[in-house]
């Protein structure tokens, strides 16, 4: 793990060379702690929609200008969050970033017009996009590597987990039947209490939001790999190395390097770390994950926005639709978590296996073929569970490819390519497929199309990625492009 030159220690191979430490746990747990709040905050507009259609008398239309909001929010946090971490460091930009995104979700419960929750949805999706890309960098650098892509699509799943119990948190709080109304009505402090409303959803998550935010004050690290990319003095980096083993006698070493990423050249300047994102064979891959992510990123949020309008427009009540919508995006997390063990091992083209399976399940529902009996539930919940997944895997290696020192402005710029689609989502979804059962039908028909672009995109980025492999071990002449892995 070490090298005898100068006492110099190659930071790369000492982190590869362990196994899953309880600070790889620690890290992991903390992680996807900030993924789950973050999901949980993000999602709540699309379970309190429906009440805050019916209390503001939204349009269809202004119910896609509001589901909109974040995403908008989130495309410029992207980019700004990720720069902003590759310059100072990945532990401050997840901080503060879950700080304003509490105090964004609590004061949303204020909103009282729509304009209003427009504005605060979009400065919520500012906080929540910045951190994502540096989130995703920390585990990306701190994991051995036979965990890098599944670290990520762990973290994601508390992001997903976190957008399932907003569905939960909204029945409890929003839903006249809820345990909260029949609290309420029973302690005999109703005229104290505020009632059930989609207001409380926004007052209890934000608080709970903050809470976490103030742990993370005392327990999150930064992220080690980025510190010796960035040149950090040595006495800072030491003790880093130490949480990861505390047996290793890392005071014998008085300098630190990466063997395993190229060098960038240095510049802080946003088009200079740009121009890194297509360095040798990223001049392919990036462009491939780019496209990829934006057709995943349309189809779950599509999903997301106005998956419980699509089943109450097909039937089904409010507070059914809420479930089966929030059970299957958990369920997709945790599939995209499988998947992920396989892609690990035998590169990004497994990634295909979750969106090829779950065409078919939205072209069932989109031709009309299934939308009663006994086969209906059970292939909404399949489709929207493969749905996930493949996202969860997309997700998973838009940052892994990239050296630390501009790692997280590609994971960045991925998220902000992407988040055109999540922008059009839900005003595509509001004027085109909400209003009718026909044009539901034409919203999952649409979605099969956005999965079939991410096989074509993962199958050719699979073939560019062993290019990259191949010249990172000397096999490929010209081997200019020394990927992060």
């Known amino acids: 793990m070490a090298t005898t030159r100068a006492q110099t220690l190659d930071v790369a191979g000492f982190l590869q060379g362990l196994n899953f430490t309880p600070f790889h746990k620690r890290i992991l747990l903390l992680s996807c702690l900030v993924t789950f709040f ?49 310059i100072v460091g990945r532990r401050p930009v997840i901080i503060f970033s879950t700080l304003i995104a509490a105090m964004m979700t609590f004061i949303t419960g204020f909103a009282g017009s729509p304009e209003m929750l427009f504005i605060l949805r979009m400065l919520g999706g500012l906080a929540i996009g910045g951190l994502l890309a ?23 799943l508390g992001f997903s987990t976190g957008g399932s119990a907003a569905g939960q948190i909204a029945n409890l709080f929003a839903s006249p039947d809820g345990l909260y109304a029949s609290l309420h009505a029973g302690t005999g402090l109703a005229s ?7 207001h409380m959803v926004f007052f209890f998550c934000g608080l709970l939001t903050a809470v976490l935010a103030l742990i993370l004050v005392f327990t999150l690290p930064e992220s080690t790999r980025w510190m010796v990319a960035k040149g950090r003095p040595a006495g800072e980096i030491a003790p880093m190395l130490s949480r990861f083993d505390p047996g290793f006698e890392v005071q014998r070493y008085t300098a630190f390097e990466l063997s395993d990423e190229r060098k960038t050249d240095g510049s802080e300047s946003p088009w200079a770390k740009f121009k890194e994102l297509f360095h040798g ?4 891959i990036t462009p491939l994950i780019w496209i990829a992510y934006f057709f995943s990123s349309f189809a779950i949020y599509l999903k997301t926005s106005f998956g419980v309008l699509f089943l109450e427009q097909l039937g089904l009540s409010v507070e059914t639709a809420t479930n089966l919508s929030s059970i299957g995006a958990l369920i997709g997390a945790i599939g995209g978590v499988v998947l992920l063990m396989f892609t690990e091992k035998r590169g990004p083209g ?3 296996v979750a969106p090829l399976l779950g065409i078919p399940f939205l072209l069932l529902l989109g031709f009309g073929i299934v939308l009663s009996g006994p086969f209906f539930v059970p292939v909404v919940l399949i489709g929207s569970i493969l749905v996930g997944a493949g996202h969860a895997a997309v997700i998973s290696i838009t940052s892994i490819f990239y050296p630390s020192a501009v790692r997280a402005t590609g994971g960045g710029w991925a998220s902000f390519m992407a988040k ?57 002449p010209n081997a200019a492009a020394q990927p992060a892995e």
């Open 38 to 86: 973050d999901g949980l905050d993000f999602s709540l507009i699309a379970y309190t929609l429906p009440y805050i259609r019916d209390e503001m008398q939204l349009t269809t239309e202004q119910m896609g200008d509001v589901s909109m909001a974040a995403f908008i929010g989130q495309m410029i946090g992207s980019l700004v969050g990720s720069y902003v971490a590759d």
């Open 192 to 198: 104290a209490l505020p009632g059930p409303s989609w």
């Open 281 to 284: 064979w990223l001049v392919w």
């Open 134 to 156: 540096p989130i995703w960098s920390l585990n990306i650098e701190s994991m051995p590597k036979a965990m890098r892509a599944t670290s990520v699509t762990i973290i994601m």
């Open 350 to 352: 497994w990634i295909i």
């Open 420 to 476: 055109f689609a999540a922008v059009a989502a839900p005003w595509v979804g509001a004027r085109l497929f909400l209003g009718s059962d026909a044009k539901v039908l034409a919203g999952y028909t649409f979605s099969a199309v956005c999965l079939a672009g991410i096989v074509v995109c993962m199958l050719v980025l699979s073939h560019f990625a062993k290019k990259l492999r191949r010249e990172e071990v000397g096999e490929l």
